[in-house]
């Protein structure tokens, strides 16, 4: 048994290929199509494609795993100037013996991480000693053999407190004079023509160490703006259009020189959530390029790496 709708399976294929399904879906019940093949089954329901479409190597040789139930980082957060870990257990019991393994360093430009492990006694909440609030953060959930069952990031540059319009301009105008990197993304509007960019970068985000998008910024820097009617609905139809196993974002609308910018941050997704697919192919953020993952690439996602 399962909580939450996680974990989900994860079928791996042949040459790097890999992608999710849903357990809870079945291949054959009332109301079902019928497949001739467990190729035929696997093509559709896994890989969302007609059999004639998914090459022959995709499908030999396949394996099926279940990513790890036993326990999940379900979030990390700020409370005042200490910094939490939200800890799920999957199956009750399940978590003995694990461990809460976090590092973290209090500037970017900082070469010593400081390091705390911490006992996990079932599903919790646990304060790290970070002193304040870190540059950057990772957290891992181990277990008594040392496996990491799950594993999150923070980048306190990606993280913004939208409890005033001030703030959020602050840190706009911050990434705008940064120049884009490998977790940041102009993009001047979004169209028919620029929507598979977008959802490809949103996904190599979600899949790396996330990232913010502005759209109504040119490749130059220069505010243009983005005019939609409902530009969160149509930020989160793309992402669901295009985006295999929807990754989380968050959506902001704010003005800069009387242009409307949309602030789309993208949280590192957590292992048992990767790999985001585009049409079939894992992303990856490569400097300030967003390309599809290499085979290796591809299995170190799936790993959990």
Known sequence: MTTGGWPRLVVEAGGGSAAYADPSEPLSAAGTPFYPSLGNAVAERVFRLPYEQVRLNQLAPLSVRLIDRRGRIAALGIVGESFSVQIEEGVEGALEGFHLQAAWRSEPSDEDWSRTELPVAGPQTLTL?????????????????????????????????????????????????????????????????????????????????????????????????????????????????????????????????????????????????????????????????????????????????
Request: hydrophobic share 40%.
């Open 129 to 305: 000693p970070t002193e304040g609030i870190p540059a950057e953060l990772v957290a891992a959930l181990v277990d008594s053999n040392g496996e990491e069952a799950d594993r999150h990031a923070f980048d306190r540059r990606l993280h913004v407190s939208t409890d005033s319009l001030e703030t959020l301009e602050a840190s706009v105008g911050r990434w705008i004079e940064e120049g884009e990197h490998v977790q940041l993304e102009y993009k001047r509007e979004l169209s028919e023509k620029a929507n598979l960019s977008f959802a490809e970068t949103v996904a190599a985000f979600a899949n790396g160490a996330g990232g913010v998008i502005l759209v109504g910024i040119d490749d130059q820097g220069t505010a243009v703006g983005w005019r939609s009617r409902k530009p969160v609905d149509q930020i989160t139809n793309i992402i669901a259009d295009l985006v295999d196993e929807i990754p989380t974002i968050d959506v902001d609308e704010i003005v800069i020189d009387d242009k409307p910018i949309s602030v789309v941050r993208v949280p590192p997704s957590p292992a048992h959530r990767r790999p985001h697919l585009v049409r079939g192919r894992a992303m990856v953020r490569v400097n300030a390029t967003t390309r599809a993952a290499s085979a290796a690439q591809h299995r170190e996602l799936i790993a959990g790496s």
